[in-house]
């Protein structure tokens, strides 16, 4: 991570995509399996085409929504926002 920048958790939110809708709809054991590689490589891939390694970490995919959760700085936060395959992105907040 890099050390001048405070990193929090964030969920991205993707875009529409066909091929997700047509993975979610196969309710199977090996539809579930497929959907959620399919996911886990297009999240890695939206970061990895978008920020420098080792500058963040995503700590999960979420099936539902097509959405994940990521460790990244604000400015990180920012480039996100601006990849064509990201709906939205936003700054987890705790309850208390």
Not at 70 to 96: G, T
Request: hydrophobic share 35%; aromatic share 8%; charged share 30%.
């Amino acid at each position: 991570m890099e050390e001048d920048q405070k990193t929090e958790q964030h969920f991205v939110f993707m875009n529409y995509d066909p091929e997700y809708e047509r993975l979610r709809s196969n309710k199977t054991k090996r539809g579930v399996h497929e959907l959620d590689l399919y996911l886990s490589r297009k999240h890695d891939e939206v970061l990895s085409n978008n920020l420098r390694p080792g500058t963040y970490c995503k700590t999960l995919s979420l099936v539902i929504v097509d959405a994940f959760a990521v460790q990244i700085s604000d400015h990180q936060a920012n480039v996100l926002r601006s990849a064509k395959e990201v709906r939205i992105v936003e700054k987890n907040q705790e309850l208390v």
